[in-house]
């Protein structure tokens, strides 16, 4: 794909996203997306890359996030990856601005999928 064809962020960050049974997620076209911290158990981070597919109601209350950093009461438990494959010229060579439109939208996606709602329609961890 030619960066000038490059205009979203599911287009960099395909859906569904896999968790690789060691410390992260990659998307279906095979770009680095997640990276989780080594104290986040293997359940929750099933969980994280399920909700963040659509395909778990799960919700972290009191999550948060700075940059591309994700916490849970001040202790970071992932940030998103693909930077390098965003500005690099051997990744997709896309400038500082439009690489930082594709990470934020889907940073911005993985705050909505993983946002607190609501306690009686969702678990939480």
């Known amino acids: 794909m030619k960066n000038k064809e490059i205009t979203n962020w599911k ?3 395909q859906l569904p996203i896999k968790y690789d049974g060691v410390t992260h997620a990659w998307s279906k076209n095979n770009n ?3 990276m989780f911290e080594r104290s986040i158990s293997e359940k929750d981070r099933i969980l994280i890359v399920d909700a963040i597919n659509g395909e778990s109601n799960l919700k972290i209350e009191n999550l948060t996030f700075d940059d591309c950093d994700f916490f849970l009461e001040g202790g970071q438990i992932f940030c998103v990856r693909g930077w390098g494959n965003l500005i690099g010229q051997g990744g997709l060579n ?3 601005d439009k690489a930082t439109e594709i990470q934020d939208g889907f940073i911005n996606h993985v705050f909505k999928s993983l946002a ?3 306690k009686l329609e969702t678990e939480t961890l």
Do not use: A
């Open 11 to 13: 287009q960099v960050y």
């Open 32 to 34: 680095m997306t997640l």
């Open 116 to 118: 607190y709602k609501d």
């Open 94 to 96: 896309l400038s500082e």
